[in-house]
């Protein structure tokens, strides 16, 4: 059995930062991609960010390209989103998405959100 579980969220001023936390727990043998995605009321959920295992290769969306980091601490299977310049179109629920290998499979898993409310 595998979990994703965030934290990190809340209701956070335009302009500021945030920083949100993803850890997976439970018996499997690698985390590979694990990535951040976020989904607004009436939007269709969207990448945010991804990095892969060795952290050599990350990806951002367009919109929080240069005001968004994302970090992995593979010793405990968690992976950071740090972003700046808030601004309300940021509000959204965010989910923690990691690609997990166990003893004869390999798939995607999901947290279960956590809510940013961006106020202007």
């Known amino acids: 059995q595998v979990r994703l579980v965030e934290s990190g969220g809340g209701l956070l001023q335009a302009g500021g930062s945030l920083r949100l936390s993803c850890a997976a727990s439970g018996t499997f043998l690698n985390v590979n991609v694990m990535g951040w995605y976020r989904q607004a009321p009436g939007n269709q959920r969207e990448l945010v960010a991804s990095i892969s295992k060795d952290s050599r290769s990350t990806e951002y969306a367009n919109s929080v390209k240069g005001r968004c980091t994302i970090s992995r601490h593979n010793a405990n299977n968690t992976v950071y989103l740090q972003m700046s310049s808030l601004k309300p179109e940021d509000t959204a629920v965010y989910y923690c998405?990691?690609?997990?290998?166990?003893?004869?499979?390999?798939?995607?898993?999901w947290g279960q959100g956590t809510q940013v409310t961006v106020s202007s």
């Open positions: 998405k990691a690609n997990v290998e166990r003893w004869g499979d390999r798939r995607d898993y």
